[in-house]
């Protein structure tokens, strides 16, 4: 299953600080249709990620009925991305 969307790059400052994009709602829903036959904890989904030229290997968590991309360092730096931008994130669920 392949996803795309827009979203916007925000900041969770908790115990371990990290930066995330949510997935939107629709887009959601399609996950939760495959969720139960991918999902290893949790309900973690893993997924393999893009945005721009930036390709990784990650896991959405749940979180309130939707879903979050979390955006490492190393992808934050290579895209240019700060808190606020919005970006294009192509997923791809690995099964």
């Known amino acids: 299953m392949r996803v795309a969307f827009s979203g916007e790059l925000w900041f969770w400052r908790g115990p371990a600080p990290w930066y995330f994009i949510t997935v939107p709602d629709q887009k959601c829903h399609d996950l939760h249709m495959v ?3 991918v999902t290893y904890g949790w309900g973690m989904i893993p997924v393999t990620a893009e ?3 930036t390709r ?3 896991s ?3 979180k ?3 879903y979050l991309v979390p955006v490492k360092s190393a992808v934050r730096k290579a895209e240019t991305l700060d808190v606020g931008d ?3 994130v192509r997923l ?3 099964v």
């Open 56 to 58: 990784w290997k990650t």
């Open 64 to 66: 309130d009925g939707r």
């Open 60 to 62: 959405m968590f749940p």
């Open 92 to 94: 791809s669920v690995d």
């Open 86 to 88: 919005v970006v294009t």
């Open 51 to 53: 945005i721009g030229e």
């Open 35 to 37: 969720a139960a036959s």
